[in-house]
């Protein structure tokens, strides 16, 4: 629980790191490459790993370069919403989880489930209220959604076949896969990739990659197998309170009654989801 706690504090960081690069010049698209970058170099000491393991290291290649693309689109909504907008959004993955689970895996949808989704669907109803969202721009809102739904995809898969995979090839695939989708988008969209300018910039882009990506994801690969499902949720659900106090103390954004709510309904359905499969198992 310990290590999938650290991970979730180190992921729920990341819009202190986000915001700061920003300020510093730094693009999306640009960051996200810097951050993928420099996590895929942590992983260089794992190069024995990978040559042993060639075909496990391209699944979780193709599986990292889908799932972390679709990142760019959190990282858009961070520039344009508040953050606990942002991460709240984010939070709604619950409910697409257990969608995909029903409807491209053939899961049943039981009571206990159920109940989830619905509890997630109540929180939705909450954060895109108009005392939540206010002003806010509505295609940032619609984009965020975008990461959630990747991310129950991501988990499926890698339910079903990254956790076949030995730790260090996981890491060191989807890491470079991010990048060569990033890197990729860069060259596309902005014609090349924008170098951080400053020491801050700089700073901002390799704590990112080092706590918030390399460090966060293998405490949390290391810590959930041991933890269990129950416990790792109670765990990771620190990634959520970690970047509500980030935006209220770091940034000075106003966390509403409907936010609060939200993600008390959003932990619920964490914990209601986490004991059904604790049931499971």
Not at 81 to 88: D, E, F, G, K, N
């Amino acid at each position: 629980m310990a290590l999938v706690g650290f991970g979730a504090i180190g992921f729920g960081l990341m819009p202190l790191f986000v915001r700061a690069a920003y300020a510093e010049g730094q693009t999306p698209l640009s960051l996200l490459v810097w951050r993928f970058a420099i996590a895929a170099g942590c992983c260089l000491p794992l190069l024995g790993y990978v040559l042993k393991a060639r075909r496990d290291f391209l699944i979780a290649l193709v599986a990292g370069g889908s799932y972390m693309g679709s990142m760019l689109f959190y990282f858009i909504a961070l520039q344009q919403l508040s953050v606990a907008l942002t991460v709240l959004i984010l939070f709604t993955y619950p409910l697409f989880t257990i969608l995909v689970g029903w409807l491209a895996f053939g899961e049943k949808l039981t009571r206990t489930n159920l109940i989830a989704a619905s509890l997630v669907l109540a929180a939705a109803a909450l954060i895109l209220s108009p005392e939540t969202i206010g002003e806010a721009p509505l295609l940032p809102v619609l984009l965020g959604f975008i990461p959630p739904l990747a991310y129950s995809i991501f988990i499926h898969v890698a339910a079903r076949r990254l956790s076949l995979i030995a730790l260090p090839v996981r890491l060191s695939g989807v890491f470079t896969g991010g990048l060569l989708a990033m890197l990729a988008l860069s060259l596309i969209w902005e014609g090349g990739v924008v170098w951080p300018v400053s020491p801050i910039a700089w700073a901002a882009a390799a704590a990112l990659a080092i706590i918030s990506t390399f460090g966060a994801l293998g405490l949390l690969l290391l810590g959930a197998p041991i933890a269990g499902p129950e416990r790792s949720a109670i765990a990771g659900a620190g990634e959520l309170i970690t970047s509500l106090l980030v935006g209220l103390l770091a940034f000075a954004e106003p966390i509403s009654p409907s936010m609060v709510g939200g993600a008390a309904l959003i932990l619920t359905a964490i914990l209601v989801s986490a004991r059904n499969s604790s049931e499971k198992t």
